[in-house]
């Protein structure tokens, strides 16, 4: 039945059988997580997003986990997927489990777990916005546009193609241990402004960049750089706002 | 619970968020209701670019946008609408830039810009570069921008509420209800003036490039208080979805030089639109890949698609200017459009019609000029019209940031010239019946078999090629299915999250709008822009030329009335006389 329900990719390929387990958890009815197996059957080029459709539509429709555009680029479906954070949306079937396997897929870590795959996401936008996300230059704009060259606009090209899904912030160890810790997509924020040569605000956010809440908790794990589904060098931006924190102190 | 602010936006895409900024400049309180997060809106998944005529490339000119746009729009676009646009978008894309907006630039340093479906200089002569862009996620940067610049500006948002109602009593809005679908509760907002920027309902169709989300809930709120949706028969198929999936491929890997090519290898849009050949508007090329496909020159396993090549560019344009659409050719088919042909299909795009309203915004409550006092709408969701029967690409982008300014600024106008008006005994009353009616329904039939015969039926009956026999057998399914909806089961009792309630919930928007554009497009006799009508193939002046107003019959269930509404067919210094539409 699986296949009849899910869209199929344009490569034929026999279906693939595989267990489903999902970390459960309804507050209103469950005392602790549990885990509950589905087995489904779908093609190798299914997202894990539509067997998680699948079964929410079919079989077990209290299921609960955020999604919207199916693509990659709303970013309401990061979930720990086989062991690592990614978009339900974006990962393949065929990447993530073996044909007769078990795919386990758990809500992202380090964010209270409100119900099944959803997390309570306000302490990730508060850090968000604890980095002033916003462009600031005071002078009055000319009638056109404010210059930039190609090559001062590449400088925050794969800053400013963040979607705010919380992949990385949710996969850094220091982020598990410690809530305060802005986390490596704040980061990436603040780097998307600190390096956009029109803004005026470069000192207001490295100076917040500098606070005990800042860059300096980042232990270079690189989880976040593989976390992230825009394939963004998270770990690199990280070490670049280092680099303008500590030229702008000497 | 009961909150209270002088403006209420609902839709936190761009043209909700645009409405926000724009009310809280008029100096008035506001706030944005959303089901989502706000970034998490549709309109980040638009790619190609915003349409303006800036000239930094190439000679541009207002008058030949709002040219294209009428024209693009097979001449039921109302004229003044694509006058302000055509102008005010300039601007507004300046503004854009000024709130940090990360553009794409030309060696200069300038706002890049690329040629794109429809737009042309001097009237149809040739190409033009006009859309402005930012790679090919200019719908993301927008959608960021403008969520930052709400973020600085203080602006109250109730991320994942659902509106469940309006409030409109003697002609004139007092706010809405709506459901938290974090805990359950209703909470009502009473407010002088709301604007509707909820987006579209793609999700209707099987195979769209829409979020699941899209499910045309304001709509049919509207709708079902016997208000009328405008050109609902209006639906946009967008050429290039990825073969089998439906997801956007931006219009802009034409515009970069990208080639259709069908089973033989054939650059077939040269038969089709001679001049702009693979450059032609949407409905154009939409139609002509499914002829293709009906004549046998498909490709992929079903036959059912055909190919996008863009094996010619350069790998630095495709990797760097189209980058978002290679990542998603080479994650979801395999397909790297470096050195492969990419496998696209039509994919169920855009909403033309919708809530009508005029030039400000303000909702029309019929084609006679009346309307609903302090509601306003913008976005996919309203029609104004500024994309009659086919909108042209990038030309949503521009209506967002253009309409969604204005609406915000006339409900803020309005709202520090009123008091506000009382809100009735029990606004939640009909809320809490139809949310309690679906919590632990225990009915036979399921929501998501409903959906799925619904999705797939509109796509067969109510698609890019259109009949009589074939629409009016979609009506009778329609209503079935409304019949079968009403025994849904709702399984999950718990109030937190129940996102099973909420799929219920939307499923029966879904219907509603479903219902209003079959009406629709069966009513009219003749093909025009999207609409296209195999029994009655030619367009039709005489007759047509005029805006459909599709009510719900209050009093019979099922019968869908419809009315019409002048086109304008003069904009405040130019106009165009409807000619032939050919390319």
């Known amino acids: 039945m699986a296949e009849q329900h899910i869209p199929k990719n344009t490569h034929t390929t026999p279906p693939m059988r ?11 009815t469950d005392k602790k997580p549990h885990w509950e197996t589905y087995p489904v059957e779908a093609q190798p080029s299914d997202r894990v997003l539509d067997v998680l459709n ?4 079919y079989v077990e ?24 954070n990614r978009l339900a949306c974006k990962a393949l079937l065929r990447d993530v489990v073996k044909d007769g396997g078990t795919l386990t897929i758990e809500p992202i870590r380090g964010l209270k777990v409100e119900k099944d795959l959803l997390t309570d996401m306000e302490p990730f936008f508060d850090a968000y916005k604890a980095i002033m996300p916003y462009f600031i230059n005071e002078s009055p704009p000319p009638a056109g546009e404010r210059l930039q060259s190609p090559e001062q606009a590449e400088r925050m090209a794969h800053s400013s193609n963040c979607i705010l899904c919380a992949c990385c912030t949710t996969s850094c160890p220091i982020f598990w241990v410690n809530g305060s810790y802005l986390g490596p997509a704040a980061i990436v924020q603040a780097h998307r402004f600190i390096f956009d040569s029109r803004d005026e605000a470069t000192n207001q956010r490295l100076n917040i960049m500098n606070q005990n809440t800042g860059v300096w908790r980042c232990r270079t794990a690189y989880n976040c750089t593989e976390a992230c589904p825009r394939d963004i060098p998270i770990t690199t931006i990280i070490e670049e706002v280092k680099r303008a924190v500590m030229y702008q102190q000497s | 619970m009961h909150h209270r602010f002088d403006v209420l936006v609902v839709g936190a895409g761009g043209a909700g968020l645009m409405a926000a900024l724009y009310a809280a400049k008029g100096g008035v309180s506001v706030a944005c209701i959303t089901k989502l997060y706000p970034t998490r809106s549709h309109t980040g998944a638009a790619q190609g670019g915003i349409g303006a005529a800036l000239g930094n490339v190439q000679e541009d000119h207002w008058e030949w946008h709002m040219f294209d746009t009428i024209k693009g729009g097979d001449y039921l676009t109302d004229q003044d609408a694509a006058e302000v646009f055509a102008k005010d978008i300039i601007d507004a894309v300046y503004e854009l830039e000024h709130m940090g907006l990360p553009f794409s630039r030309t060696p200069e340093g300038k706002i890049a810009q690329r040629k794109f479906g429809g737009h042309t200089r001097e009237f149809g002569k040739a190409a033009v570069e006009r859309s402005c862009y930012a790679q090919d996620r200019t719908g993301h940067m927008i959608l960021q921008t403008l969520y930052q610049q709400n973020v600085k500006n203080g602006t109250t948002f109730y991320n994942e509420f659902h509106v469940t109602d309006l409030i409109i009593e003697e002609g004139r809005c007092r706010g809405v209800v709506a459901y938290h679908y974090a805990t359950g509760e209703i909470h009502t907002f009473h407010a002088k003036a709301v604007v509707l920027a909820a987006g579209g309902y793609g999700r209707i169709f099987k195979i769209t490039s829409n979020a699941l989300t899209l499910t045309g809930d304001l709509m049919s709120i509207y709708y079902r208080k016997g208000l009328p949706l405008e050109d ?11 073969a089998k999936l439906g997801i956007l491929v931006t219009e802009g890997i034409r515009g970069e030089g990208g080639i259709l090519r069908n089973s033989e290898g054939e650059r077939f849009m040269e038969r089709y639109a001679p001049t702009i050949k693979d450059l032609a508007p949407r409905d154009i090329v939409s139609r002509s890949i499914i002829t293709e496909i009906r004549e046998g020159r498909g490709v992929g396993p079903d036959k059912d698609a055909v190919h996008i090549d863009l094996t010619h560019l350069p790998r630095e344009v495709i990797e760097g200017k189209l980058a978002e659409i290679t990542d998603l050719a080479r994650t979801y088919l395999g397909q790297d459009p470096v050195k492969d042909l990419v496998a696209i299909q039509p994919t169920a795009h855009y909403a033309m019609g919708g809530i009508p309203t005029d030039i400000n915004g303000l909702c029309l409550s019929d084609g006679a000029g009346g309307s609903i006092e302090g509601l306003y709408a913008a976005g996919e969701q309203a029609c104004v019209s500024l994309h009659g029967a086919n909108r042209l690409g990038t030309n949503s982008l521009g209506d967002l940031i253009v309409f969604g300014r204005r609406a915000g600024t006339a409900a803020a106008q309005y709202a520090r ?6 809100m009735p005994a029990a606004p939640e009353r009909e809320s809490v019946a139809m949310l309690e009616a ?17 999705q797939e039926s509109m796509m067969n009956n109510v698609g890019i090629f259109r009949n009589g026999p074939d629409m009016a057998r979609q009506v009778e399914i329609i209503a079935d299915l409304k019949d079968r909806y009403r025994h849904v089961s709702v399984s999950d009792p718990s109030r937190r999250y129940n996102s099973e309630l909420i799929e219920a919930m939307e499923l029966g928007f879904m219907l509603d709008c479903a219902e209003a554009m079959t009406a629709s497009a069966l009513n009219r006799t003749e093909s025009r822009g999207a609409h296209d009508r195999e029994d009655y193939p030619e367009r039709d002046d005489r007759n047509w030329l005029k805006h459909t107003m599709a009510y719900k019959n209050l009093n019979k269930p099922g019968e869908v009335l419809i009315g019409y509404k002048d086109v304008a067919l003069k904009g405040y210094t130019h106009a165009f006389e409807p000619k032939a539409r050919v390319y």
Not at chain 1, 18 to 28: H, M
Not at chain 2, 438 to 443: M, N, P, T
Request: aromatic share 10%; charged share 25%; with cysteine.
């Open chain 2, 438 to 454: 679906l919590r632990g329904a225990s009915g036979k039939e399921s929501a998501a078999v409903i959906r799925r015969e619904l």
């Open chain 2, 232 to 242: 609902m028969e209006f639906y946009q198929f967008h050429p290039t979805g990825l």
């Open chain 2, 417 to 422: 010239q009123v008091e506000y008006a009382d």
């Open chain 1, 54 to 57: 699948y079964i929410k539509w």
């Open chain 1, 61 to 84: 429709p209290s299921l609960t986990f955020r999604r919207s555009c199916g693509h990659g680029i709303c970013g309401s479906d990061a979930m720990m997927i086989a062991g690592r």
């Open chain 1, 18 to 28: 595989v267990k489903v387990k999902i970390l459960r958890y309804n507050p209103e």
